[in-house]
C-alpha cells in the first residue's frame, strides 16, 4: 500500500543564466513498510529532495502525498502540525534542545502537541534506542552515538507514517554508525516503520529493500537490493 507519492517534483533557485534546478521533474513512490535509500554525490539534490518530502521546504512545482494527503495544499501552520504528527525527521546533528533530557527531547512532539506521552511507550522507545540509564541526561552529557539515538527517539514517538533520516550517521564514528544503521532496521523490519534515509555510504545503503540514485536532480537509478 503507497504510502508516500511524489509527482513532478521541481525545486528551482534563481532565474535566467542563474536558475538551478535542485530537483528536476522527480517522481516515484514508497510502500508502506518500504525501506528507502537515497544516494548521490554532494550537490546532487538528495538533501532539498528530502526537505521537499518532510514539509521543510516548499516546491516550484509538483505534489508530495503523505498517505494520501497532499502536505503543500496545506497553509504553513497546518503543515508544521502535520509534520510534527506524521513525519519523523532525523538530521546529522541531532537537533535536540540542550535544556532538556534524553527523555524531555523524546516526547517533544508530544509536549507541543499537548498530548501527555504514555509512560510505558516513552520507556519502550528508551530501552528499545538502548538508553536506560541515560535518559535523564542533558544532550551535552552524551555521546553523538547516544544523541543520534535519542533523535530516532523523537521521531518514533508520534507512531510516524515515515521518517526521514538526512545523513544521520555523517557525523559519527563506524561502530557508532552501524549501530545507529541497526536501530533503524530494526523498526524497519521489526515494527514496519517507513523510512527514507540520505546517505553518501554505499554500504549503509545496501541495508535498505531499494536506491534511488540522484544526479543533477534528477533520478538516474531505482534498484532493489
Do not use: C
Not at 511524489?6 to 538551478?20: C, R, T
Not at 541531532?94 to 516513552?122: C, F, S
Amino acid at each position: 500500500m503507497e504510502i508516500l507519492k511524489v509527482e513532478h517534483l521541481n525545486k528551482i533557485y534563481g532565474e535566467g543564466e542563474k536558475e538551478v534546478r535542485a530537483v528536476d521533474d522527480i517522481s516515484f513512490s514508497v510502500e508502506r513498510g518500504e525501506f528507502l535509500a537515497i544516494i548521490g554525490a554532494s550537490g546532487s539534490g538528495k538533501s532539498t529532495l528530502l526537505h521537499l518530502l518532510g514539509g521543510v521546504d516548499r516546491p516550484t512545482s509538483g505534489r508530495v502525498l503523505i498517505d494520501g494527503e497532499d502536505i503543500y495544499k496545506l497553509d504553513d501552520d497546518s503543515l508544521a502540525i502535520f509534520r510534527r504528527r506524521q513525519v519523523g525527521l532525523v538530521y546529522q546533528f541531532y537537533n535536540l534542545l540542550p535544556v532538556l533530557t534524553a527523555r524531555e527531547n523524546i516526547t517533544l512532539p508530544m509536549d507541543l502537541d499537548g498530548v501527555e506521552p504514555d509512560p510505558e511507550k516513552v520507556d519502550r522507545i528508551i530501552k528499545q534506542m538502548g538508553l536506560t540509564g541515560r535518559e535523564d541526561h542533558l544532550p551535552n552529557q552524551m555521546s553523538g552515538g547516544q544523541q543520534q539515538r535519542v533523535a530516532i527517539g523523537r521521531a518514533l514517538i508520534n507512531n510516524p507514517a515515515i521518517i526521514l533520516a538526512d545523513e544521520l550517521t555523517g557525523n559519527l564514528d563506524k561502530k557508532a554508525s552501524d549501530e545507529i544503521v541497526e536501530l533503524l532496521v530494526a523498526a524497519n523490519k521489526g515494527n514496519g516503520q517507513t523510512i527514507i534515509m540520505i546517505t553518501h555510504d554505499l554500504e549503509i545503503a545496501k541495508q535498505a529493500d531499494r536506491v534511488i540514485t540522484i544526479e543533477d536532480g534528477k533520478i538516474i537509478r531505482d534498484e532493489r537490493n
